[in-house]
């Protein structure tokens, strides 16, 4: 197993208290929100500290932040630039994190360089300054690994929220994606349902009460069904493999998720892969689904790449 079972815990009660946190709108009057903090933050970046203890054994990797078009994008690399590129996409709310323990598998440090980005409005990415765009965000991260990567293009892993923003990257930029790993991706725009209490946490009246890692979330979650209806036609520019993984029990992103990919997607290159007995945290109750998958499409890629220079 990739986590061990205290790392696991932590890691899927962060998350899930994240969102508990939202859905706590839904059963509180709004006027309690003056009694909040409006600087605080529910999932803080990491610091040095903390950074240290997670990769004490070993070689760390390596922590940078790139200005990419007026804002800051923070990522950590393992930094093998001879080996094929695998990109780590979190979910809403989440960071770089919470693949910490993907970035110390033995199978995939020996394969494969890993790296896990802060996207746009977490970590150390701006934290509580959301990005709106799928297509923005995709153009923003795909800085941090277009001209670091040997031939053939990197496999994307993208969980919940991270999923869209894998699959765009996938369209606007499809020389540099070899792969997709969706895990409970948040993809089809019929499936996306405004809550009543997103609204109010996003007028200004009470916006700054909400953590910035939770405004982030609720100001990118908003345009959601509006960004997928925008990337649905597009699913069909697909060409590269794509593993789907899905659990029958999640309660955040319904599970009829694989079914659009499903129709969505060639048949040739997706594989749909669903866990009737899995909720959504999946990359801490099961990180082998995943590790697997992405040394499948490694060695998918690996074989491509032999079969063109045998033409060649």
């Not at 509180?28 to 929100?33: E, F, K, M, N, T």
């Not at 996003?202 to 916006?207: A, E, G, M, P, T």
């Not at 908003?222 to 699913?235: D, I, S, T, V």
């Not at 499409?297 to 074989?303: A, M, Q, T, Y």
Request: hydrophobic share 45%; with cysteine; glycine share 6%.
């Amino acid at each position: 197993m990739v986590a061990e079972a205290n790392g696991l815990n932590v890691s899927k009660n962060k998350i899930f208290g994240r969102w508990s946190f939202l859905g706590a709108f839904s059963a509180c009057a709004l006027l309690a929100l003056s009694f909040l903090g409006g600087c605080a933050s529910f999932y803080p970046p990491v610091t040095e500290e903390q950074f240290n203890a997670q990769f004490s054994s070993g070689r760390p990797p390596v922590s940078t932040t790139v200005q990419i078009d007026g804002r800051a994008i923070h990522y950590v690399d393992t930094n093998e630039e001879a080996k094929p590129l695998v990109v780590f996409i979190h979910g809403a709310p989440g960071a770089w994190d919470a693949f910490s323990e993907f970035l110390k598998d033995p199978d995939l440090v020996k394969v494969a360089r890993l790296v896990s980005v802060d996207r746009p409005g977490y970590g150390r990415s701006e934290l509580g300054t959301p990005e709106r765009s799928l297509a923005v965000q995709a153009q923003l991260i795909s800085h941090v690994f277009k001209h670091n990567q040997p031939g053939g293009g990197a496999i994307l892993v993208g969980h919940s929220f991270g999923g869209p923003v894998a699959a765009q990257l996938a369209v606007d930029f499809p020389q540099q994606v070899a792969g997709l790993v969706l895990v409970a991706a948040s993809v089809d725009p019929a499936l996306e349902k405004t809550k009543w209490y997103q609204i109010p946490a996003h007028w200004k009246l009470f916006s700054w009460a909400v953590p910035r890692d939770l405004y982030s979330t609720n100001e990118e979650i908003l345009p959601l069904a509006k960004e997928l209806k925008m990337l649905e036609p597009r699913w069909i520019e697909i060409e590269v493999p794509v593993v789907v993984l899905q659990g029958g029990r999640d309660t955040l992103v319904p599970k009829e998720n694989a079914d659009f990919l499903a129709r969505m997607l060639d048949p040739e290159i997706v594989s749909i892969r669903k866990y009737p007995k899995l909720n959504h945290f999946i990359p801490w109750s099961n990180p082998q689904l995943i590790r697997d998958a992405i040394l499948e499409l490694l060695s998918s890629r690996e074989n491509a790449s032999r079969v063109r220079t045998h033409d060649e």
